[in-house]
C-alpha cells in the first residue's frame, strides 16, 4: 500500500512559519530525521506521518496547542503552486473549491475533500485519511484554516463561513477558534468541515480568468497523471512484478534497472514514504493473496512467482501476512 505524502514546497511554508516564530525547527527535523535539502527539491514530497509528527513536536516544545492556527493565520500569497493558480482563476468560489477536490491530492493526497450541496449551503468536509500516527489536532486546524484562508484571499477578506465543524472535544479557550474562523462553531462534531453560503459561493472572483484557468487546469491534469506515472513506488513496484519468477529481486538490480543508484533510490522511495522491502513485502503480500484465493494456482507455482526459494519460505512469509497457511486461506476464499 502507497504510503500518504504532502507536496514538499507546502511543508517547507509550514518550516518557515515555525522557523518565523521562533521555534528551532532545524532540530525537530532532525529528530524525524527530514532532509530540508531534499525536501526543497522540485517536486520533492514529504510522508504524511513525518508532517503530522512535526506538529506534534511543534506543540509539545513551544507548549503552545494552537499553534497550528497561528501558523494557518500567516498565509500569504508567495509560493504558489499549481492547484493555488488554478483556483484562483476560476469563475467564482464555488468553481475554485470543485477544483480543489480534483486536485488535492496533488498537494496532499492524505486528505480527502467532498462536498454536500443542501438548501443550507455548500459543505466541504476535509476526511484524513488514518495512519500510524493519528491525525494531530493542530493539523486539523492548519488544513482547515490555510484553506478557508486561501478562499478569503481570492474571494475577499469579509468571507465569513456559516459554520465549522471540528471533531475533536472544544478547547479551553475558545477565543482563538473564534477569532480566526470568525463564525459558528462545532466541536465533537462526526467530520471535519466548513459550511459556505451559496451566496458568496456565487461571488465572482477578481482573479477571474478563463485562459489561465483552462491552462492551469491542463497543468494540473497533467501532474495529476504524472504522479501516477512518475513515483518511483510505482515503478519499482512494476519491476518488482516482472522480477520475482526469477527470483527475490535486491534493491540494487531494480536501481541499476531504473538507472540510479542505491542510495538515490532510497532517498526517492523515502521522499514517497516507503522503502524497497517494504514495497518488496507488499507486492509479495498483495500477489500472494491474489494467487491463493483465485483457486486456479498451485502452491508450487505461486512459489515460483512470488521468488521464493522453497515452500517453507512461501509458508512463513503467508503465516506472517495473513495468519494463517496458504492452504488455509485458500479453503477461506472458497
Known amino acids: 500500500m502507497d504510503q500518504h505524502t504532502v507536496l514538499g514546497s507546502r511543508v517547507m511554508r509550514i518550516i518557515q512559519a515555525l522557523r518565523r516564530g521562533g521555534l528551532d525547527v532545524d532540530a525537530l527535523c532532525q529528530q524525524l530525521d527530514l532532509d530540508l535539502a531534499t525536501l526543497g527539491a522540485p517536486n520533492a514530497r514529504c510522508p504524511i506521518e513525518a508532517v503530522r509528527a512535526l506538529w506534534e513536536l511543534a506543540a509539545q516544545t513551544t507548549g503552545n496547542p494552537n499553534i497550528g492556527l497561528e501558523v494557518a493565520s500567516e498565509f500569504s500569497p508567495a509560493g504558489l503552486d499549481v492547484l493555488d493558480y488554478a483556483m484562483m482563476s476560476s469563475v467564482n468560489l464555488r468553481a475554485a473549491l470543485e477544483r480543489a477536490i480534483r486536485y488535492a491530492r496533488i498537494v496532499d493526497d492524505a486528505t480527502e ?3 454536500n450541496d443542501a438548501a443550507s449551503g455548500w459543505k466541504i468536509s476535509f476526511v484524513f485519511q488514518d495512519g500510524a500516527r493519528a491525525v494531530p489536532r493542530q493539523s486539523v486546524d492548519f488544513v482547515l484554516l490555510s484553506s478557508l484562508n486561501f478562499c478569503r484571499w481570492i474571494a475577499g477578506s469579509c468571507l465569513r463561513p456559516q459554520l465549522v465543524e471540528l471533531h475533536y472535544p472544544a478547547p479551553a479557550d475558545l477565543a482563538p477558534y473564534q477569532a480566526a474562523f470568525q463564525c459558528p462553531l462545532r466541536f465533537d462534531a462526526s467530520v471535519n468541515s466548513i459550511l459556505f453560503s451559496h451566496a458568496d459561493l456565487d461571488r465572482r472572483l477578481h482573479t477571474h480568468n478563463p485562459q489561465l484557468a483552462a491552462l492551469h487546469e491542463r497543468f494540473a491534469d497533467e501532474q495529476i497523471a504524472e504522479l501516477q506515472r512518475g513515483k518511483t513506488s510505482s515503478r519499482v513496484r512494476e519491476l518488482i512484478i516482472l522480477s520475482l519468477p526469477s527470483g527475490e529481486p535486491t534493491r540494487k538490480q531494480i536501481a541499476s534497472a531504473l538507472c540510479l543508484g542505491e542510495r538515490t533510490l532510497h532517498r526517492r522511495l523515502r521522499l514517497e514514504g516507503t522503502t524497497f522491502h517494504r514495497l518488496l513485502d507488499e507486492t509479495r503480500r498483495s500477489l500472494a493473496e491474489h494467487y491463493l484465493t483465485s483457486g486456479t494456482m498451485s502452491l508450487t507455482e505461486a512459489t515460483y512467482l512470488l521468488g521464493f526459494s522453497d515452500q517453507s519460505n512461501f509458508c512463513r512469509a503467508t503465516r ?15
Do not use: D, G, I, V
Open 113 to 115: 475533500y467532498r462536498c
Open 320 to 334: 506472517r501476512w495473513f495468519e494463517c497457511a496458504p492452504r488455509q486461506l485458500r479453503t477461506l476464499a472458497k
